[in-house]
């Protein structure tokens, strides 16, 4: 998916927006109140839209965070099994480390862990940066977006891997706690990011070994 800049007025989204929220409710009936699935869409999209560049699918992309917010409470919840073991990256912007090691570890582990990513303060848009460093590597970062912290995606979570984003992570009893010391790529040229990425390649295959172990 490839966001184009436009002039669209968010009013005119309100109506996909309810759409989207319907089929949402169908998906979540008997764990959500359609009143609460509405409220994550919309929520979702007047979050997204104060960093987003460009406007183009900001509809399309924010049903898409509400549904893994919603996901990730209703596993929380138990409302949903967790048949993978779920994993979260955070880091400032989510838009270059936590973006580039949570789709490695989607491959290496050949989808069988469920990767989430957010950011403090997350970016309007994804580094081009890790977007061409992951391609050399046949990984895509198309369908990626920025996201912020929420406190439902933490919940759901097993393992928690923070990146230079400080005490804004809410700790819970029960999950794994880790925190990497991995240089933001984001004013890097191509061969200094190429340096750093033997290194998150090297703990995103630990991480995986010590997942399977346990």
């Known amino acids: 998916m490839t966001w184009t800049p436009n002039d669209t007025d968010p009013t005119k989204d309100t109506h996909v927006l309810g759409r989207m929220s319907e089929h949402l409710a169908e998906r979540y009936a008997g764990t959500f109140t359609p009143e609460m699935i509405e409220r994550y869409v919309f929520e979702s999209y007047a979050t997204l839209g104060r960093t987003a560049r460009v406007r183009t699918y900001l509809a399309a992309i924010a049903t898409r965070f509400a549904d893994d917010r919603l996901r990730a409470l209703a596993q929380s919840m138990g409302s949903i099994a967790k048949d993978n073991p779920q994993v979260l990256f955070v880091c400032v912007q989510n838009a270059g480390r936590?973006?580039?090691?949570?789709?490695?570890?989607?491959?290496?582990?050949?989808?069988?862990?469920?990767?989430?990513?957010?950011?403090?303060?997350?970016?309007?848009?994804?580094?081009?940066?890790?977007?061409?460093?992951?391609?050399?590597?046949?990984?895509?970062?198309?369908?990626?977006?920025?996201?912020?912290?929420?406190?439902?995606?933490?919940?759901?979570?097993?393992?928690?891997?923070?990146?230079?984003?400080?005490?804004?992570?809410?700790?819970?009893?029960?999950?794994q706690y880790l925190d990497w010391d991995v240089a933001d790529p984001q004013d890097m040229t191509l061969d200094e990011a190429r340096g750093i990425y033997a290194g998150i390649e090297h703990r995103v295959t630990e991480l995986w070994e010590r997942i399977q172990s346990s």
């Open 98 to 175: 936590s973006q580039m090691v949570a789709a490695l570890l989607a491959e290496v582990s050949g989808g069988r862990v469920e990767v989430r990513s957010a950011g403090s303060l997350p970016a309007g848009e994804i580094q081009p940066l890790a977007v061409e460093l992951l391609k050399e590597h046949n990984i895509s970062l198309e369908d990626a977006f920025p996201k912020p912290l929420t406190d439902d995606v933490v919940r759901a979570a097993d393992y928690v891997i923070t990146m230079g984003c400080g005490d804004t992570c809410p700790i819970y009893p029960g999950k």
